[in-house]
């Protein structure tokens, strides 16, 4: 009998897949998309996460299962070329947010100590933490999780720290200007800002993988999803008001990889940068090695419900094949992607995926009694946030867009020329 988790622990793990190194990859990105409308963008995106979580809720109560997603997909949709093609799509999703955590890694470790003193150190640090991470999930899962409740605690009281600080040191700064209506950009912007960060929201859905083990599932699940994203969101709201009122936005542009740390400096100096700095490390180490887990285990679930080859419930080293190869990818995607690229194709990825969650909480509406208008929402609002992002990006983000519409059309191609091998061996 396995121990039950409490919500505390629920809660504290939808806590930690969100607040991993998204916040840390994203806010510079997202201050130069929204300018002085950041907390808006990060509010839209964040509603965005609240509806969707409706869907989760249910799904997580009527189909408790380890699988969560990959399980939800294939309850709504059967297991057909397009369910399997979407759980593909989230297997690779997971290992483009490898790639965004990894990127921050690389981005803050120099600061703390130069290598090279260029380019090279993002490189040696990014690729570094992967093998890293690579390593300890090998050796064991139960220093994984230790690792995970350890960084959890860490993160947020420096982050809370920084936002306590932040906000006093806000008292007569003139950058406080910054967040005035005038300085934000036109809405559809403002929106596009949003969608592109939505990665530092997808973390919530790792609840629904121990929905089976939730204490008292009926009163406790609900609970888990929304404490955990409300928290999150108004955490990141806060963030983006200390920030943009801290920093011009030139120093914030100049700053863009690092930005939180660089937002520390008006009021703690280089100890405040230091602080932060080593905060990110922590959060997105933290974030490879739980996504390295999460990762593996997708690629193992959705092959065992025979949508990817079976050679992939094998173990090596005792863990699944896909731990070495969700490590792979994520070393060449880190490797060859621009921050803004990984960016977008993490929240396209996601976005498609859960448009697809809840057309599932629609679609199952009765056996899940669910108000079928909430998952509708959700729906047509995730598709029209996919379509919005892919069109805004493809002026200023060419690259992002080609790797984000590739990736799906790989994901399903892969899966159609699976299928048909197996029905040829088997006719």
Same mark, same amino acid.
């Given at each position: 009998? /396995?121990?039950?988790?409490?919500?505390?622990?629920?809660?504290?793990?939808?806590?930690?897949?969100?607040?991993?190194?998204?916040?840390?990859?994203?806010?510079?990105?997202?201050?130069?998309?929204?300018?002085?409308?950041?907390?808006?963008?990060?509010?839209?995106?964040?509603?965005?996460?609240?509806?969707? /979580?409706?869907?989760?809720? !249910?799904?997580?109560?009527?189909?408790?299962? =380890?699988?969560?997603?990959?399980?939800?997909?294939?309850?709504?949709?059967?297991?057909?070329?397009?369910?399997?093609?979407?759980?593909?799509?989230?297997?690779?999703? #997971?290992?483009?947010?490898?790639?965004?955590?990894?990127?921050?890694?690389?981005?803050?470790?120099?600061?703390? %100590?130069?290598?090279?003193?260029?380019?090279?150190?993002?490189?040696?640090?990014?690729?570094?933490?992967?093998?890293?991470?690579?390593?300890?999930?090998? #050796?064991?899962?139960?220093?994984?999780?230790?690792?995970?409740? #350890?960084?959890?605690?860490? !993160?947020?009281?420096?982050?809370?720290?920084?936002?306590?600080?932040?906000?006093?040191?806000?008292?007569?700064?003139?950058?406080?200007?910054?967040?005035?209506?005038?300085?934000?950009?036109?809405?559809?912007?403002?929106?596009?800002?949003?969608?592109?960060?939505?990665?530092?929201?997808?973390?919530?859905?790792?609840?629904?993988?121990?929905? *089976?083990?939730?204490?008292?599932?009926?009163?406790?699940?609900? @609970?888990? #999803?929304?404490?955990?994203? +409300? %928290?999150?969101?108004?955490?990141?709201?806060? +963030?983006?008001?200390?920030?943009?009122?801290?920093?011009?936005? $030139?120093?914030?542009?100049?700053?863009?990889?690092?930005?939180?740390?660089?937002?520390? !400096?008006?009021?703690?100096?280089?100890?405040?940068?230091?602080?932060?700095?080593?905060?990110?490390?922590?959060?997105?180490?933290?974030?490879?090695?739980?996504?390295?887990?999460?990762?593996? =285990?997708?690629?193992?679930?959705?092959?065992?419900? $025979?949508?990817?080859?079976?050679?992939?419930?094998?173990?090596?080293?005792?863990?699944?094949?896909?731990?070495?190869?969700?490590?792979?990818?994520?070393?060449?995607?880190?490797?060859?992607?621009?921050?803004? /690229?990984?960016?977008?194709?993490?929240?396209?990825?996601?976005?498609?995926? %859960?448009?697809?969650?809840?057309?599932?909480?629609?679609?199952?509406?009765?056996?899940? @009694?669910?108000?079928?208008?909430? *998952?509708?929402?959700?729906?047509?609002?995730?598709?029209?946030?996919?379509?919005?992002?892919?069109?805004?990006?493809?002026?200023?983000?060419?690259?992002?867009?080609?790797?984000?519409?590739?990736?799906?059309?790989?994901?399903?191609? +892969?899966?159609?020329?699976?299928?048909?091998?197996? !029905?040829?061996?088997?006719?």
């Amino acid at each position: 009998m /396995s121990q039950k988790i409490k919500l505390t622990e629920a809660i504290s793990i939808g806590i930690g897949g969100m607040v991993g190194g998204g916040i840390f990859a994203v806010l510079g990105l997202a201050v130069d998309l929204s300018k002085g409308g950041t907390p808006l963008a990060f509010l839209f995106a964040g509603m965005l996460a609240l509806i969707t /979580s409706y869907s989760y809720v !249910k799904l997580s109560k009527q189909y408790a299962d =380890r699988g969560g997603t990959v399980k939800f997909i294939n309850q709504g949709f059967g297991k057909t070329i397009f369910s399997g093609g979407i759980n593909n799509l989230l297997w690779v999703s #997971y290992i483009i947010m490898l790639s965004l955590y990894a990127s921050a890694f690389g981005s803050y470790a120099p600061n703390l %100590f130069s290598i090279t003193g260029g380019e090279l150190d993002f490189h040696i640090y990014a690729s570094a933490i992967i093998v890293l991470a690579s390593i300890i999930n090998y #050796y064991s899962i139960k220093v994984v999780g230790m690792i995970e409740s #350890y960084a959890v605690i860490i !993160k947020l009281v420096i982050l809370i720290s920084f936002i306590c600080v932040g906000l006093y040191g806000l008292m007569g700064n003139p950058n406080l200007e910054q967040l005035a209506p005038e300085n934000w950009e036109a809405p559809l912007q403002l929106l596009t800002g949003g969608m592109v960060i939505f990665v530092a929201y997808e973390g919530f859905e790792l609840i629904a993988n121990s929905a *089976p083990d939730i204490e008292n599932p009926e009163k406790n699940i609900p @609970r888990a #999803y929304y404490i955990s994203i +409300i %928290f999150v969101v108004l955490l990141y709201i806060i +963030i983006a008001v200390v920030t943009v009122g801290s920093l011009p936005f $030139d120093k914030i542009k100049t700053a863009e990889d690092y930005v939180l740390a660089e937002a520390a !400096k008006p009021m703690l100096g280089q100890t405040g940068f230091t602080v932060i700095t080593i905060a990110a490390l922590i959060s997105t180490f933290s974030a490879i090695n739980a996504s390295l887990y999460g990762g593996s =285990r997708v690629s193992y679930e959705i092959a065992e419900d $025979d949508e990817l080859p079976h050679q992939f419930t094998y173990q090596l080293w005792n863990q699944p094949i896909g731990l070495l190869m969700t490590a792979i990818l994520t070393l060449t995607l880190t490797n060859t992607l621009e921050l803004e /690229s990984i960016s977008t194709a993490g929240s396209v990825g996601f976005l498609l995926i %859960f448009a697809m969650v809840n057309y599932v909480g629609f679609k199952m509406s009765k056996e899940t @009694r669910s108000i079928k208008a909430i *998952p509708l929402l959700g729906f047509v609002l995730c598709s029209l946030a996919t379509i919005i992002l892919l069109q805004q990006q493809f002026g200023t983000n060419k690259m992002g867009v080609i790797v984000a519409v590739s990736i799906i059309g790989t994901c399903f191609l +892969i899966e159609w020329l699976y299928k048909k091998l197996e !029905k040829s061996k088997n006719p």
